[in-house]
C-alpha cells in the first residue's frame, strides 16, 4: 500500500497463511509469519512478492522484529526462543556507545 494507506495490494502467493508483516529499514525486504502444514516458518521476500525465502522454521516460530541497526546486526530479525516457549520478542531502543 501507499503511504496514505490507499493502492492495496496482495503480495504473498505461496502455500499457508502470511502474516505479521515487517518492512526492513531500506525498504528491500518484508519479513513474514508463515503457518504451512502445520508449521510456523519466519521469511523474508521482496516488497513485490518474489524472492520468498524462509529463514527458520519450528512450532513456535511467529513474530518477527528488525534490529534496530538494520543488516548490520549478526542476527537482522530475532527468532522466538527456544525451548523458552517464548513470543513476541523485541528489541531494546539502541543504547549510546
Known sequence: M???????????????????????PRGDLVAFTKISGGQ?????????GSGE???SQSYLEEGPTRSPRGDQTGVPY???????DGSDPAWSPRLPM
Open 2 to 24: 501507499d503511504a496514505g494507506g490507499g493502492n492495496v495490494q496482495r503480495i504473498s502467493f505461496g502455500e499457508g497463511k502470511y502474516g505479521t508483516p515487517v518492512w526492513s
Open 78 to 84: 530475532l527468532p522466538s526462543p527456544k525451548p523458552l
Open 53 to 55: 525465502r524462509e529463514l
Open 40 to 48: 510456523f516458518y519466519i521469511g523474508v521476500m521482496r516488497p513485490d
